[in-house]
């Protein structure tokens, strides 16, 4: 069972920047972001492979940068040029494929943008 816990959410005007962390308990092969505003469904914000490919929604692209670290454990989401439209609840998700394939979620973290 991969535990993962995310850190860096919290309040910043629009136009701010911020940083979310995700560490995972163990190598995992993907690592991404979901998102849940306010009254919405969740979604994709942005993945990434062990091999390093990544995939952003469009409404991120060009603002927001996902990365991890070498070790294949910890996911970053730098966050740039924040719009009030990014308020919502953020997830980790992981998922491995050895032994099994299976997809872990973490507990979710506020971001708040004011305008």
């Known amino acids: 069972q991969v535990q993962l816990v995310e850190s860096g959410g919290g309040l910043v005007q629009a136009g701010g920047s911020l940083r979310l962390s995700c560490a995972a308990s163990?190598?995992?092969?993907?690592m991404g972001w979901y998102r849940r505003p306010p009254g919405k469904l969740r979604e994709l914000v942005a993945t990434?492979?062990?091999?390093?490919?990544?995939n952003y929604a469009d409404s991120v692209k060009g603002r927001f940068i996902i990365s991890r670290d070498a070790a294949k454990t910890t996911a970053y989401l730098q966050m740039d040029t924040l719009e009030p439209e990014d308020t919502a609840v953020y997830y980790c998700?992981?998922?491995?494929?050895?032994?099994?394939?299976?997809?872990?979620w973490g507990q979710g973290t506020q971001v708040t943008v004011s305008s």
């Open positions: 998700r992981a998922q491995t494929v050895v032994p099994i394939l299976a997809t872990y």
């Open positions: 163990e190598r995992v092969f993907s």
């Open positions: 990434i492979t062990s091999g390093g490919s990544t």
